[in-house]
Nanobody
Framework: QVQLVESGGGLVQAGGSLRLSCACATSGRTFSSYALGWFRQAPGKEREFVAA????????DYTNSVKGRFTATRENAKNTVYLQMNSLKPEDTAVYYC????????????????????WGQGTQVTVST
């Protein structure tokens, strides 16, 4: 079982930065056993993939619209995953979710919501013009 709690969302002007955190409580498996992902959902839209990070943290994947602006990292010693968001745009406005999936592969990342079994409650990010 994994419990995920996101934090760090808020209101920021276009061009600004935010860092989201996702604290993970695990039982049975260690945090490093899980590949992690960040997704977002804007009003009236489907949840979409933003970023993913492998168990080791050495492999990452990003949707094209955030490449070069967002960076996913993790600190396995702190059971926490981060999403650093720079040069924010109004179209980045959404509820951001972190997700976890147990993985036997050290460098695996996943893009599909169906691949993740555990989800946080989300944190709102609003980017104003």
């Amino acid at each position: 079982q994994v419990q995920l709690v996101e934090s760090g969302g808020g209101l920021v002007q276009a061009g600004g930065s935010l860092r989201l955190s996702c604290a993970c409580a695990t039982s049975g498996r260690t945090f490093s056993s899980y590949a992690l992902g960040w997704f977002r959902q804007a009003p009236g839209k489907e949840r979409e993939f933003v970023a993913a990070i492998s168990r080791s943290g050495s492999s990452t994947d990003y949707t094209n619209s955030v490449k070069g602006r967002f960076t996913a990292t993790r600190e396995n010693a702190k059971n926490t995953v981060y999403l650093q968001m720079n040069s924010l745009k109004p179209e980045d406005t959404a509820v951001y979710y972190c997700a976890a999936r147990a993985s036997g592969r050290l460098y695996y990342t996943a893009r599909l919501t169906a691949e993740y079994g555990y989800w946080g409650q989300g944190t709102q990010v609003t980017v104003s013009t």
